[in-house]
């Protein structure tokens, strides 16, 4: 899980998402296909080509009020057509920390 | 403990008045994110994972009940009722909103807390030995000189944009609590030859990816100089360290490219001609004693070392288990140090919940003149304690689950955030740090492997100090997956070394057999039941422990 | 970009010269350091008045001696995050003691104002005209100060000196 933040050529190898932070409280969001942001994975919009990843990104980096740190996550697409998180640090960005808080929620 | 005056909390207060101006200006969009995230990182702001960050400062680690229940109203109000003690003796908060934090600095300025500078590039928090001021056979206190460079490092002018960020630690004690060796700069404070106060000052230590055991380049700077001389370096490096490539920004690579002669050459030049033109960084007695005389100390009492209490208590195997390894000795007899560990087994190290603190708090005004300090290794310490007290003390730290008696054990592992919490990790570490306590729950086991200190950092930027460590886990990726790489070997202390990788990288699934390996290897060949794990190692070296752990991987 | 002196924004008389500009006669010009030492004896003695701006990567050392003759040293912000010109500031006003005028370019953004003056900047070059409107607000946001540059700002430590004279004084 190198941080993406260390992302330099964008080169997608597999279908992925735009993901960011909200400015106001971090609350994890997505890109939609509809120039805004979800905090659901599966409103996100799914690109497959590398020129379609930095049109997407490009296209959310301009909402500068709105969201922190973009950045383009891969995702699993099941059988089922079900979206979920492409690696472990993506899982934990949307299901929460893999430890018991010690306050529980 | 220091006491805020009105010119300090007028300081805090204006700070968070600008941070409210700007955080606005950031949600309506006059500021970008770039042009704000070096001014939210200057107030301890990060965005990690799944929210904010939220790095409060507590200066060498000193904080008073009252300042303690105000932190845990922050976990409530604002966060998710929990806090986590830093490797720099500052608490972090996971879940804070950025459009409520200047209403969580304005709670927190009440009682003489801020955020100041600890994050972004430049002077962060100024460490100390969190025994400061009650250390037997301590020089004097070492806080004193800590907080005389907080105030003048604080909103310096000159240097609120260094190339990289900037650390500081101070020790007054022959032991080293502090880790000044593995800072930006150390300070050693001691007497010379004519009983004069001073410091051995030493620059470039430091962890991360090029990880240096930092160099003296002067082995005596009178305390009226301290700050002149701290201004010629930081002076030099704010001109000449690198700015383009944040690897290599650092002091120790500067003091390391240009070799620590040269190095000690330019800074003695700078504070040559500093000294010529102008004194006003020079400290008089009046200054020093004017700092010293807000520090206040308690009024012990003419106390037994070995009060009826404690006689009667001593025969409950459990409260003498737990006295026997948090306890220590305090320099003013009949009183006691009370180190309180934050690493219950099976749970995550460093944190506690808002209710702890409120207790604590209340334990504090009870038992310790209402005074608690924050230690590095991420548990924090009761320092004023008298022995007849222990045992209700420990009754009452049992109950709320800071009584582990694991302190300095295999069990009391430092660890960072790693991969749960920080955008910046490769690996998850808490996870590593919660089975390791499992396996190593039996406190007969733990006490018979004795004093050994596990650091985990979930990638290389090493805030788990992993160099440093005993056992060093650094959290790597591999294919997508978790690995791990192990060293053994390292010291944090005035012995200050670098861990030696043991070998290649072992999956998630293993890191706690592969310790447990050691640990049998270690009990195997250590030459007496008292030869410390780290001192083995020394003794033997690598291989022995690299047979053992790879023989079957 | 607005250019604001004495806390409020004011017309700039300078004009910055490419250095393939012919310089002036007379007037008041901005040039660039190289081409100043190209021919620095002639051009910090023309009849207008000269400044210089020096890259923040450079030391002080050649611009030194002509200091007196300079009418403006500008310094330089490549971003507001690269700290350098707030080190080369207080050197030629406090070691140097620089009386011209010292003018900061670059990344001049508002949240570095005080930082700035406290340095020994008297004018800047401001990015963003709402920020050069609230220059003078903004450096009054704060009036403690921990330590001493040449700005003659009474620091915290002094004051608290002060109040102790004055409070033994008086018993």
């Keep these: ?92 960005r949307l299901q929460g920390v893999t430890i018991d808080l010690p306050v529980p929620a | 403990m220091y006491a805020y005056d009105e010119l300090d909390r007028t300081l805090i207060n204006e700070r968070v008045e600008e941070f409210r101006d700007q955080v606005k200006r950031r949600l309506s969009g006059e500021l970008t994110e770039d042009e704000f995230k070096m001014l939210r990182l200057q107030n301890g702001v990060y965005l990690q994972l799944h929210a ?214 330019e800074v003695e030049d700078e504070w040559q001609q500093m000294r010529d033109s102008d004194t006003a960084l020079t400290l008089d007695d009046a200054m020093i004693e004017d700092i010293r005389s807000r520090f206040s100390y308690p009024a012990y009492e003419k106390l037994p070392h070995m009060p009826e209490e404690l006689k009667k208590a001593s025969a409950d195997p459990l409260f003498e288990r737990w006295r026997k390894n948090s306890v220590f000795t305090h320099k003013v007899q009949g009183y006691a140090i009370v180190t309180l560990s934050l690493k219950p087994i099976g749970g995550p190290p460093g944190d506690a919940t808002a209710d702890q603190m409120d207790t604590l708090a209340d334990l504090a005004d009870k038992y310790s003149f209402g005074e608690i300090r924050v230690g590095h290794e991420q548990n924090l310490a009761l320092p004023h304690v008298a022995r007849r007290d222990l045992p209700a003390l420990w009754a009452a730290l049992d109950k709320i689950g800071l009584a582990t008696p694991n302190v300095n054990l295999v069990s009391d592992i430092i660890a960072c955030p790693g991969l749960d919490y920080c955008s910046l990790a490769n690996a998850r570490s808490i996870p590593i740090a919660q089975e390791l306590t499992r396996r190593f729950a039996n406190h007969d086991t733990a006490d018979l492997i004795g004093r050994l200190h596990i650091n985990i950092s979930g990638c290389i930027n090493a805030c788990g100090h992993h160099h440093v460590g005993h056992i060093g886990i650094l959290g790597v990726e591999k294919n997508g997956e978790e690995f791990y790489q192990i060293t053994i070997g390292g010291r944090a202390d005035e012995n200050a070394e670098l861990g030696v990788l043991i070998g290649p990288a072992v999956p998630y699934g293993e890191v706690a057999d592969v310790v447990e390996d050691i640990v049998e290897a270690y009990l195997a060949l250590r030459a007496r039941p008292d030869e410390l794990f780290v001192d083995t190692v020394k003794r033997l070296g690598v291989e022995p422990f690299r047979e053992r752990v790879y023989a079957t991987r | 970009m607005p250019l604001v002196k004495d806390g409020k924004i004011v017309g700039d008389e300078f004009v910055h010269l490419a250095d393939d500009a012919e310089i002036p006669a007379d007037g008041a010009i901005l040039i660039s350091s190289a081409r100043f030492l190209g021919d620095a004896e002639a051009l910090s003695r023309r009849a207008g008045r000269t400044g210089v701006i020096w890259p923040n990567n450079r030391d002080l050392d050649d611009l030194v001696p002509y200091l007196d003759r300079l009418a403006v040293v500008a310094l330089v912000f490549p971003s507001f995050r690269d700290g350098r010109a707030y080190s080369q500031a207080r050197l030629l006003r406090e070691r140097h003691k620089y009386r011209g005028e010292l003018r900061a370019t670059g990344q001049v953004l508002r949240d570095q104002f005080l930082f700035m003056l406290r340095a020994g900047f008297d004018a800047f070059e401001v990015k963003k005209p709402a920020d050069a409107e609230a220059f003078a607000n903004t450096v009054k946001r704060y009036s403690v100060f921990y330590q001493p540059t040449g700005d003659g700002r009474m620091t915290a430590l002094h004051r608290r000196m002060m109040l102790r004279h004055s409070e033994s004084a008086s018993q």
């Design chain 2, 52 to 265: 904010y960050m939220f790095r409060v400062a507590i200066p060498y680690g000193t904080l008073s009940s009252k300042q303690l229940r105000r932190l845990a109203h922050v976990a409530r109000r604002y966060d998710r009722g929990y806090g986590h003690f830093t490797t720099r003796q500052n608490i972090q908060y996971n879940w804070i909103k950025l459009a409520e934090l200047p209403d969580a600095l304005a709670d927190l300025a009440e009682v003489g807390i801020h955020a100041m500078q600890t994050s972004g590039n430049n002077t962060r928090n100024v460490t100390s030995d969190q025994w400061a001021g009650v250390a037997p056979g301590e020089i004097e206190d070492p806080r004193i000189w800590s907080e005389l460079i907080r105030q003048y490092t604080t909103l310096h002018p000159e240097f609120s944009f260094l190339p990289r960020k900037f650390k500081f630690a101070i020790t007054a004690s022959a032991h080293d609590r502090a880790a000044i060796k593995v800072h930006d700069i150390g300070l050693r404070l001691h007497r010379n030859a004519e009983g004069e106060t001073g410091f051995e000052v030493l620059v470039g230590g430091g962890l991360g990816r090029t990880p240096f055991i930092g160099k003296t380049i002067k082995p005596f700077v009178h305390g009226r100089d301290l700050l002149s001389y701290i201004e010629a370096i930081l002076r030099v490096y704010n001109q000449y360290g690198r700015r383009d490539n944040i690897y290599k920004a650092r002091i120790k690579i500067l003091v390391h490219e240009l070799g620590i002669e040269k190095f000690s050459r």
């Design chain 1, 1 to 92: 899980m190198t941080s993406p933040l260390e992302q330099k050529k964008i080169r997608i190898s597999g279908p992925s998402v735009v993901t960011a932070n909200r400015t106001w409280d971090g609350t994890v969001i997505y890109r939609t296909a509809r120039q805004d942001w979800s905090e659901k994975l599966s409103d996100a919009a799914i690109v497959r080509t590398s020129d379609e990843a930095r049109a997407l990104l490009a296209e959310s980096a301009a909402d500068d009020v709105g969201a922190v740190g973009a950045y383009i996550a891969p995702v699993e697409i099941k059988e089922s057509g079900k979206v979920k998180p492409g690696n472990l640090r993506e899982h934990i």
